[in-house]
């Protein structure tokens, strides 16, 4: 093998000399090639690629405003923003999602549900390098404990965020409402621009009707972020705008005094600021305390609201309608002299039932053996029943029925209450068209009494008996004062002031009010006790419609909720009233004896608890 | 004639790296024996595969005969199907690169080679189909559309191309390239550092390395032309293309030009035992010019 020849070595060099001039210009070729790669992106592509170094750089990153606070008209916070813990998880920075769940599960508790909801979460519209909430309202001890185990965790984080908090808890929840988190639902309605950093949207009440106030205007910060979006500095920032502050007509002093009088019923509170329309107090019972509902409620403390037969999540303030019964009396007095079918002298002698010609049915007095000598005075004192029949069936329902619709019966005419509902104020048309039948005489004497089809609820009772303590003057019940620094609302809704004929029967009406009171044969008298104002008051007593006999059910839960409801409006000072109020106590039966106290006790508050 | 007991004990490591080897990111590569570092066989046979052919051709007539090409290749194909097993597309398609140069060094004739070429393209459809495994042909579909898939496999072709552009004529400055210090650029200190190095410096940087590499080439392709023994001319020529080889197909993955293979740019990228195998070649070069100058 050394044996080649000369000629051979020099052929062999010869040949291998060729080759590499060959590879040199293939070479040099080559990385021409690679030059002009290299040439083509830095220089032709340049702009492109610079701005998408930028963008990987630099992000913007929405800032969630602070939302709205809420004052009552004292100036008692209602609903603030104080700061909440929570885990959170960033998916691109854990190896092991499950792995470090199970880590995490022996540091703290992390339920069932809460791990479900992180899933679902995670699989569902997250921006890379999105935090995912694992656990919210970590309480001291448990931030500790990941914080001492940070370092085995990566990706995991303690976020402090502002949550929504109500310290007055249950007792204003069905005025205020509550806030939640944003459902899928929301989601696609709202301002995808407003609300990227935001979590929790006004789901009833007034933080749902103010929501656009209270949530403010979002704020950006231009950050320059590393590959697993560390934030390394800010460079420029536009500071999110704060929600408005809210100032209500609502008294919280009055709420706590409705709860605290309303204890053990079942029932609702309205009062109204006369002079304004200001609703002083809405309030349902029982109650619930929203802050459950805030960071997302458990399924159990859920189904438990749900199925409480007291209903608790029922806003009776507002969607609880009931036949007014006698507390319609009054409204229904002011029709009769409108339509000049009775006077304040005319008399009738009452033996206890009515009978209309034609007709076999009796009609009965809740007093058997009848009032004797009535005239509408002292048959809305003492609440006769046979006067308000024949005087009804001589207005007719064409006359009752527009009059009563003037004081807001049948509609609703709340400014900013959601949900609130209209009640139901009967017609002959209305008849007709809903019900297909006519109109008979026999529902114009139900009307008379405020029985039959008329539904009110306790707010529409509130606000006709503030339009009657007004003497016509209208204002739509509200609940906002007040809202950052905006002029007042105007009320679009309101309607006409009530003029009457007589503008003294106004006076006569209130006289007679008071006398269902302060009057010998009142049938609210037993509030005169130790009253220190005067008070025109109306007392209800609504029958609860029976409930079909072949249910079953527990016979003592039966007796008790097929009891008449007591229903009581009032409005004082009576001489120069101030505040209207409503108030229904569902199976109260005894509307001077439940609901009148209740009345009795806010409204002493009211005008004597602030002097004092 | 230590050759062909390299390339034994070359062949025998890569055979225990598939029996007994160890597994990371999803390749069996590494081979850990007691007592000694760890390291991969196929850095091994980037150098014992040219030694051996070159010795083989050396001790064979030039031009040489057909039969003596083609028993070459078999000692090529050897290697090339194990580390082809590991599975490592890159490491292999180099070290069989290598074995071929020598084979061209030392007269292959070209008719053979334009066919060997033709027969290569006409395979890798088949190839698509027998041979790859499915990250490989994934890093295929990410060369060809990288932006299908944007936060997964494209994205370190994305990031670097995007860095390589933003970096301009001029570049951002020595340790000023955001895509690369935010570590928005992935293996930025290996196989992915022209990257770096075209963002921060710049495409006068890049130029200006591409000249020294040139040089280097030159320079090495100069002392082969003056060995005096056929082997000294043939493994010094197959060492310093392989060495434009890794140039090539790194600046050329790294900027888009070609699919991802793991291939470290020479000399400049961090990394144990490619720097170990490259600077051993060139030892060899350097051993062969000073001793074998006629």
Redesign the interface.
């Known amino acids: ?1 050394w044996g ?1 020849s000369f000629r ?1 070595r020099m ?3 010869k ?3 060729s ?2 001039i060959f ?2 210009v293939l ?2 070729a ?2 021409c ?3 002009g ?3 083509y ?3 032709v ?2 702009e ?3 701005d ?2 930028e963008n ?2 630099i992000q913007l990153r929405p800032v969630a405003p602070n939302r709205g606070l809420i004052y009552d008209r004292n100036g008692v916070l209602l609903a603030e923003n104080i700061p909440s813990y929570s885990l959170t998880l960033v998916k691109e920075r854990v190896n092991d999602v499950d792995e470090t769940l199970t880590y995490l599960k022996t540091l703290i508790d992390i339920s069932e549900r809460e791990e479900k909801q992180f899933r679902k979460h995670l699989k569902h519209n997250r921006r ?1 390098y999105q935090a995912i909430a694992i656990k919210h309202k970590l309480d001291e001890k448990e931030i500790a404990q990941v914080m001492v185990n940070r370092y085995y965790l990566p990706g995991i984080d303690v976020e402090a965020r502002l949550v929504r908090h109500y310290p007055e808890g249950a007792t204003s929840v069905h005025a205020l409402g509550y806030v939640g988190r944003i459902n899928q639902k929301e989601e696609d309605r709202l301002d995808k621009k407003q609300y990227s950093a935001t979590k929790h949207i006004g789901k009833l009440g007034i933080e749902r009707r103010y929501e656009k106030e209270l949530h403010g205007q979002v704020g950006y910060q231009k950050v ?5 979006g560390r934030i ?1 500095r800010v460079i420029e920032q536009v500071d999110p705008i704060p929600g408005e502050d809210l100032v209500l007509h609502l008294d919280q002093r009055l709420q706590n005094a409705a709860a605290k009088a309303m204890k053990g019923y079942r029932g609702a509170v309205v009062a109204i600021d006369v002079a304004s329309g200001g609703i002083l107090i809405q309030y349902s019972n029982p109650s619930y305390d929203p802050n459950s509902f805030v960071t997302g409620i458990s399924h159990a403390e859920y189904s438990g609201l749900r199925t409480n037969p007291d209903l608790p999540l029922f806003n009776r303030a507002i969607r609880g309608q009931y036949p007014p019964a006698s507390t319609l009396k009054p409204f229904l007095g002011l029709s009769f002299l409108e339509a000049g079918a009775v006077t304040w002298q005319d008399e009738i002698n009452d033996k206890g039932s009515y009978k209309l010609e034609n007709d076999d049915r009796l009609y009965r007095d809740w007093k058997r053996r009848g009032h004797g000598k009535v005239n509408l005075h002292s048959a809305v004192m003492e609440s006769c029943d046979t006067y308000f029949y024949d005087a009804a069936y001589k207005t007719t329902v064409d006359n009752i029925s527009p009059f009563l619709g003037k004081f807001g019966f049948g509609r609703n005419m709340t400014l900013d209450v959601p949900n609130a509902l209209s009640g139901l104020l009967p017609s002959r048309e209305w008849k007709k068209k809903k019900r297909r039948r006519s109109w008979y005489a026999g529902d114009t004497l139900n009307l008379g009494i405020g029985q039959g089809f008329m539904l009110a609820t306790p707010m529409q009772l509130a606000t006709a008996t503030a339009v009657l303590a007004g003497k016509g003057k209208w204002h739509s019940p509200r609940l906002m004062a007040r809202l950052g620094n905006r002029p007042p609302e105007i009320d679009s809704k309101k309607l006409p002031d009530i003029v009457l004929k007589d503008s003294k029967d106004w006076d006569r009406m209130f006289n007679a009010m008071t006398a269902v009171v302060h009057g010998p044969r009142g049938t609210a008298r037993g509030l005169r006790r130790n009253l220190n104002f005067t008070m025109a008051a109306k007392t209800g007593t609504s029958q609860v419609v029976s409930i079909a006999q072949n249910e079953e059910y527990d016979s003592e839960t039966l007796a008790e909720r097929n009891r008449d409801h007591a229903l009581f409006i009032a409005f004082a000072p009576a001489e120069n009233p101030s505040i209207a109020i409503a108030v229904i106590v569902e199976n109260g039966e005894s509307a001077g004896r439940t609901a009148g106290p209740v009345a009795k006790a806010i409204l002493q508050e009211y005008l004597l608890g602030a002097k004092g | 004639m230590l050759a062909p007991w390299a390339y034994l004990a070359g062949v025998i490591a890569l055979i225990g790296v598939l029996v007994l080897g160890v597994s990371g990111k999803g390749a069996q590569r590494w081979l850990a024996l007691p007592g000694l570092p760890r390291f991969q066989p196929s850095e091994l046979m980037k150098l014992a595969l040219p030694l051996l052919i070159a010795w083989y051709m050396a001790s064979k007539s030039t031009p040489p005969k057909l039969i003596t090409l083609v028993k070459a290749m078999v000692l090529i194909a050897i290697p090339l199907v194990l580390i082809l097993k590991q599975p490592d597309l890159g490491t292999s398609i180099l070290i069989a690169a290598s074995g071929i140069l020598v084979l061209f060094f030392a007269g292959m004739p070209w008719w053979l080679m334009f066919s060997m070429i033709s027969i290569i393209a006409a395979c890798a459809p088949l190839m698509w189909f027998f041979v790859m495994h499915g990250y490989q042909k994934q890093r295929v579909l990410t060369f060809l559309n990288p932006e299908s898939d944007p936060l997964g496999s494209g994205w370190n072709i994305i990031q670097s191309k995007t860095a390589i552009g933003s970096g301009g004529i001029e570049g951002k400055g020595w340790m000023q390239g955001t895509q690369s210090q935010l570590e928005f650029l992935p293996e930025s200190h290996t196989d992915f550092i022209i990257a770096v190095l075209a963002e921060e410096l710049g495409l006068i940087g890049v130029l200006l390395l591409l000249i020294l590499y040139f040089l280097i080439i030159i320079r090495g392709l100069y002392m082969a032309t003056q060995c005096s023994s056929l082997f000294g001319r043939l493994l010094s020529g197959s060492l310093i293309i392989t060495f434009f080889i890794y140039v090539f197909v790194n600046i050329g993955m790294v900027s888009g030009l070609l699919p991802v293979v793991g291939v470290p740019l020479p000399l400049i990228s961090w990394g144990g035992t490619s720097v170990v195998s490259l600077l051993a070649g060139f030892g060899v070069m350097m051993s062969m010019y000073t001793h074998d100058v006629k």
């Open positions: 093998m080649h051979d052929a062999e060099q040949l291998f000399r080759r590499a590879m040199t070479i040099f080559l990385l090639l690679l030059a790669r290299m040439a992106l830095q220089v592509l340049h492109k690629y610079q998408l170094s990987n750089r890379p320059e972020t590393n590959a697993r390394l």
